[in-house]
């Protein structure tokens, strides 16, 4: 049973930064893809930003350019920076894994609000 343990988030003002990390309990070897989505209060789960194994990275429109996925795998760990954050990107980050079998595991999400 693969399990994440997501730390950051909180509190940040626009124009702030902030970093989420997300760890696994396997070894990225098992791994297919990595990344992060979001949930704003009253809308559904999409799509922020995710890796693939060889390293590829995609971000949606409204982060790319301001957001950056990293991956430690040594640690099975994935990192999302955050920057010039804005009130729209408030929302509970949730980390997800895929396993080469493709099965899907979701972290218990992390809140981000930005406000001054």
């Known amino acids: 049973q693969v399990q994440l343990v997501e730390s950051g988030g909180g509190l940040a003002q626009p124009g702030g930064s902030q970093r989420l990390s997300c760890t696994a309990n396997v070894s990225v070897s098992t791994l297919a893809n990595m990344g992060w989505y979001r949930q704003a209060p009253g809308k559904q789960r999409k799509s922020v930003a995710g890796m693939t194994t060889g390293g590829s990275t995609g971000y949606t429109d409204s982060v790319r350019g301001r957001f950056t996925l990293s991956r430690d795998n040594a640690e099975s760990t994935v990192f999302l920076q955050m920057n010039d954050l804005k009130s729209e990107d408030t929302a509970i980050y949730y980390c997800?894994?895929?396993?080469?079998?493709?099965?899907?595991?979701w972290g218990k999400g992390t809140p981000v609000t930005v406000s001054s």
């Open positions: 997800y894994v895929d396993t080469l079998a493709l099965a899907r595991y």
